[in-house]
């Protein structure tokens, strides 16, 4: 079940109050604007929740809407992996909208401020501009270009648009005010010449609007009545509403900034992600390691779990650091209602079962959950020849060691009790197989004569169990911050985040699994086969499935199962 506590955040308040006042008919409209220049991260699913939820909510629309107005940045292949996520997510969009087919009308937009003297052609070069910015503390300088005449602007303008100027040249910006408090407000870029291609318009046009002569722009073109963003476009606020004061548009937004969303042990920008991926830190934007929506869906997220905890965190106004626990134990809540059970063993231990007829395989019946009826059973094998888990058996155990020692008598799950009679060993005296005995009278598990055997362990058949790779996942920062005291996050990786197994053996059934299905190897926790052989070089075999492990089981297994 999906929680509801987003139930009155403050972004919900303002929505019910407009519509109780009729505001804009009491329609709504919000929009989840990503530039196309980046895989997105589970931050922006916080922004994506948000906007559709709220329309949702309340018989609106979200549009999904690319802002895709920095032509060198962005590919077609994040477009096109931006709108799988999102329907991946759980989330219809009804077809993409671009600000790219904007383009000429913005240009109109644009020519309107320049005909109303409140946009000029400055000619100043790019460092003379910061320069006469001034700062945080002193006032801007006018350009000397300020006071052009509108024909002239309007010539100018025209040849930009017509690529008679070279990049930098000039600039169309807003004229506002250069000492505003608000640097946003001195006299902002709105247009820059760049000849560049771009991923929908091509060579069309070398002048292209900046972010927020675009983004404001784009909103009211789609009658967005509540344009949702992240604290940082506050300052932003004043030139979105300047800019559509001054313009003839349908409709004027209103923007409301919420605070992003921070997770502990990890990073959510895109830039640094970027790095991560182009130094090689982790093997692409899908390592299951990274915070991506890709590399999240790959290592075994699934869309419920990462919805329900946006929903639990939250939207307000103040930044603050989330526990990577809390993101682990929304998907638990929803991989231990979902995930059929299997057993599969990471680091194999050979048992012979001595009195065990040879050349015999029985079938067990195996519940695929343990609470779940209704997900049915499947059948298991058992032979003489079985694999358990290393852990699973100490040759000098202390008491309270409930698997199995020389001597001692262990429950296999679904099968028999089995007692250990024998340990062989290999020249370095390393524990090499082990000889058992089963009570055939404890078929299921449960012995006739009444006695207690605490322990029950899992195992595999040798005789058809398949090989399998297991990449265990650790978090990628060592510290909960990985930029704590300004230190180049680099430095912080977890060298330990990825461990490779390679000889594992799992239950056959896997040889049906699917990407993205997760399963709970018993005791072990969950487990999903990997969608990818990127690294396929490192594989032991070209044959050999790898499975990622989606995220441990709560509590350490063996205090788990003490308790049983
Ligand atoms: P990044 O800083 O990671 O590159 P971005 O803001 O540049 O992210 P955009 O594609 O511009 O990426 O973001 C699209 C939307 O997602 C924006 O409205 C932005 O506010 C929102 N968003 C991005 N990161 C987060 C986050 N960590 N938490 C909440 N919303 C976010
Ligand atoms: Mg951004």
Same mark, same amino acid.
């Given at each position: 079940?999906?929680?509801?506590?987003?139930?009155?955040?403050?972004?919900?308040?303002?929505?019910?109050?407009?519509?109780?006042?009729?505001?804009?008919?009491?329609?709504?409209?919000?929009?989840?604007?990503?530039?196309?220049? &980046?895989?997105?991260?589970?931050?922006?699913?916080?922004?994506?929740?948000?906007?559709?939820?709220?329309?949702?909510?309340?018989?609106?629309?979200?549009?999904?809407?690319?802002?895709?107005?920095?032509?060198?940045?962005?590919?077609?292949?994040?477009?096109?992996?931006?709108?799988?996520?999102?329907?991946?997510?759980?989330?219809?969009?009804?077809?993409?909208?671009?600000?790219?087919?904007?383009?000429?009308?913005?240009?109109?937009?644009?020519?309107?401020?320049?005909?109303?003297?409140?946009?000029?052609?400055?000619?100043?070069?790019?460092?003379?501009?910061?320069?006469?910015?001034?700062?945080?503390?002193?006032? &801007?300088?006018?350009?000397?270009?300020?006071?052009?005449?509108?024909?002239?602007?309007?010539?100018?303008?025209?040849?930009?648009?017509?690529?008679?100027?070279?990049?930098?040249?000039?600039?169309?910006?807003?004229?506002?005010?250069?000492?505003?408090?608000?640097?946003?407000?001195?006299?902002?870029?709105?247009?820059?010449?760049?000849?560049?291609?771009?991923?929908?318009?091509?060579?069309?046009?070398?002048?292209?609007?900046?972010?927020?002569?675009?983004?404001?722009?784009?909103?009211?073109?789609?009658?967005?009545?509540?344009?949702?963003?992240?604290?940082?476009?506050?300052?932003?606020?004043?030139?979105?509403?300047?800019?559509?004061?001054?313009?003839?548009?349908?409709?004027?937004?209103?923007?409301?900034?919420?605070?992003?969303?921070?997770?502990?042990?990890?990073?959510?920008?895109?830039?640094?992600?970027?790095?991560?991926?182009?130094?090689?830190?982790?093997?692409?934007?899908?390592?299951?390691?990274?915070?991506?929506?890709?590399?999240?869906?790959?290592?075994?997220?699934?869309?419920?779990?990462?919805?329900?905890?946006?929903?639990?965190?939250?939207?307000?106004?103040?930044?603050?650091?989330?526990?990577?626990?809390?993101?682990?134990?929304?998907?638990?809540?929803?991989?231990?209602?979902?995930?059929?059970?299997?057993?599969?063993?990471?680091?194999?231990?050979?048992?012979?079962?001595?009195?065990?007829?040879?050349?015999?395989?029985?079938?067990?019946?195996?519940?695929?959950?343990?609470?779940?009826?209704?997900?049915?059973?499947?059948?298991?094998?058992?032979?003489?020849?079985?694999?358990?888990?290393?852990?699973?058996?100490?040759?000098?155990?202390?008491?309270?060691?409930?698997?199995?020692?020389?001597?001692?008598?262990?429950?296999?799950?679904?099968?028999?009790?089995?007692?250990?009679?024998?340990?062989?060993?290999?020249?370095?005296?390393?524990?090499?197989?082990?000889?058992?005995?089963?009570?055939?009278?404890?078929?299921?598990?449960?012995?006739?004569?009444?006695?207690?055997?605490?322990?029950?362990?899992?195992?595999?058949?040798?005789?058809?169990?398949?090989?399998?790779?297991?990449?265990?996942?650790?978090?990628?920062?060592?510290?909960?911050?990985?930029?704590?005291?300004?230190?180049?996050?680099?430095?912080?990786?977890?060298?330990?985040?990825?461990?490779?197994?390679?000889?594992?053996?799992?239950?056959?059934?896997?040889?049906?699994?699917?990407?993205?299905?997760?399963?709970?190897?018993?005791?072990?926790?969950?487990?999903?086969?990997?969608?990818?052989?990127?690294?396929?070089?490192?594989?032991?075999?070209?044959?050999?499935?790898?499975?990622?492990?989606?995220?441990?089981?709560?509590?350490?297994?063996?205090?788990?199962?003490?308790?049983?």
């Amino acid at each position: 079940m999906e929680s509801d506590v987003t139930k009155g955040h403050f972004i919900e308040s303002i929505i019910k109050e407009d519509i109780k006042n009729n505001k804009n008919s009491g329609k709504v409209v919000t929009r989840f604007p990503p530039e196309p220049n &980046g895989y997105l991260h589970i931050g922006h699913a916080k922004s994506i929740c948000l906007n559709f939820n709220m329309a949702n909510k309340f018989n609106g629309k979200c549009n999904l809407r690319f802002d895709d107005s920095n032509p060198t940045k962005e590919k077609q292949t994040y477009i096109d992996s931006i709108k799988s996520t999102v329907n991946w997510l759980g989330f219809e969009f009804g077809t993409a909208l671009f600000a790219s087919d904007y383009f000429d009308r913005l240009h109109d937009f644009a020519v309107e401020l320049i005909k109303k003297d409140k946009a000029y052609v400055c000619s100043l070069t790019a460092d003379n501009i910061r320069e006469y910015r001034g700062t945080l503390t002193q006032p &801007g300088k006018d350009s000397p270009y300020r006071e052009r005449s509108v024909a002239e602007n309007l010539s100018l303008f025209t040849q930009m648009k017509n690529g008679e100027f070279g990049e930098g040249e000039h600039t169309l910006r807003a004229k506002i005010d250069m000492k505003s408090p608000n640097i946003n407000l001195r006299d902002p870029i709105i247009y820059r010449v760049k000849k560049a291609s771009h991923p929908r318009t091509g060579l069309q046009w070398c002048i292209y609007p900046m972010y927020d002569f675009t983004h404001c722009l784009s909103d009211a073109l789609e009658g967005i009545t509540h344009s949702l963003c992240s604290l940082e476009f506050e300052d932003h606020r004043p030139l979105y509403d300047w800019t559509l004061d001054q313009l003839e548009t349908p409709c004027h937004p209103q923007q409301i900034e919420f605070a992003r969303m921070n997770i502990n042990y990890t990073i959510l920008s895109k830039r640094k992600l970027q790095r991560l991926v182009e130094e090689n830190h982790v093997q692409g934007w899908d390592d299951p390691r990274l915070p991506t929506l890709e590399g999240m869906k790959r290592r075994g997220y699934t869309p419920e779990s990462i919805r329900n905890f946006c929903n639990i965190i939250g939207v307000s106004k103040k930044e603050s650091r989330i526990d990577m626990g809390l993101l682990e134990s929304c998907l638990r809540d929803d991989l231990n209602e979902k995930a059929p059970r299997v057993m599969g063993v990471l680091r194999p231990l050979k048992i012979i079962i001595e009195n065990y007829p040879e050349g015999r395989t029985e079938e067990l019946a195996a519940k695929n959950h343990p609470q779940k009826k209704n997900m049915g059973t499947r059948n298991i094998t058992f032979s003489r020849k079985i694999y358990v888990e290393q852990d699973d058996f100490m040759e000098n155990p202390p008491r309270k060691f409930f698997r199995l020692g020389p001597g001692r008598e262990v429950r296999l799950r679904y099968a028999y009790l089995i007692t250990c009679k024998d340990v062989i060993k290999d020249e370095s005296g390393n524990v090499k197989e082990l000889i058992c005995t089963y009570d055939p009278a404890t078929r299921g598990g449960n012995a006739p004569d009444g006695r207690k055997v605490k322990g029950t362990i899992h195992w595999v058949n040798a005789n058809d169990c398949i090989d399998a790779e297991v990449r265990l996942y650790d978090r990628l920062f060592k510290d909960e911050n990985p930029e704590q005291d300004k230190q180049d996050f680099i430095e912080n990786l977890n060298p330990k985040s990825l461990e490779k197994i390679e000889s594992c053996k799992l239950e056959k059934s896997l040889s049906n699994a699917e990407p993205e299905n997760v399963y709970q190897f018993e005791r072990l926790g969950y487990f999903c086969l990997d969608s990818k052989d990127r690294d396929s070089k490192n594989q032991v075999s070209k044959d050999t499935p790898v499975f990622n492990r989606t995220v441990t089981m709560r509590d350490a297994w063996a205090k788990l199962y003490k308790k049983r």
